[in-house]
């Protein structure tokens, strides 16, 4: 009976200390002063996007006559509202398509190359083309399929089509409703195409204040983030715990019986 309370009183100690530290590997920037007063935070410096092939874009010119641009803006439409206002719920609308060698074929001012470009610098160059044909006109150009994918250990996996361009990874996360209690916040995976199209991947700490001042902070358009599982849920998932606890069981009914015949 004395190694038995001996025994339960060993459990409920590693089960306490267990809470704690599942506590603390769920927080954020762990490293951050708790101190009420303000503090410096580096934050990374943004860099806009360019467009690249096969990216789709929001082309639209504003004149005096809304008729005469009617045919150019005809192929646009933002975003439809598929079932919910998160951004993930959002379906882009047709635009125009960056073929291989980079260019849009616009209505009425032809095949303009866009490739390569900042979506402001894009403005500029189709302004310069539709100067030739409207009168002072206003243009704006965004992408329709700035698309980021979070899978994983978050609440809600899936590709979201995000509204604007300057997004972070916290942005996609919050998209995401975070990460579950399972989540290696310590070990989260960036997956990137480079400019020759060639995939590599970062991993970033969450725990950390030194991710906000990451390179790669800011996201870009078809980024996926991968949230791995941490132990728990693996252990969870491969019923390894039952393993775990009937096999401490039965060393403990071992150690018992030992004790109680020698």
Known sequence: MKNTGIFFIVLIIIVTFSSCASTKRIRYFQDLSESATPSDLSIASYAEPHIQPDDILSININTVDAEATASINSRNGGFVNVGGAQPGNMAAATGYLVDKEGYVDVPILGKIKLAG????????????????????????????????????????????IIPNEQVTLLDAIG????????????????????????????????????????????????????????????????????????????????????KRYL
């Open 117 to 160: 470009l900042t979506t402001l610098q894009a403005r500029e160059t189709v302004r310069t083309k539709a100067l030739a044909a409207f009168k002072n006109p206003i243009v704006d150009v965004r992408f329709s399929n700035f698309k980021i994918t979070v899978i994983g250990e978050v609440n809600r996996p899936a590709a979201y």
């Open 175 to 258: 998209y995401a409703g975070d990460l579950t209690i399972y989540g290696k916040r310590e070990n989260v995976l960036l997956i990137r195409k480079d400019s020759y199209g060639k995939s590599f991947t970062v991993k970033l700490d969450m725990t950390k204040k030194a991710m906000l001042s990451s390179p790669y902070f800011y996201l870009r358009q078809n980024d996926v983030i991968y949230v791995e599982p941490n132990r728990t849920k693996v252990l969870n998932n491969d019923n390894n715990i039952i393993k775990y606890i009937t096999a401490a069981a039965t060393i403990f009914t071992a150690f018992v019986l030992a």
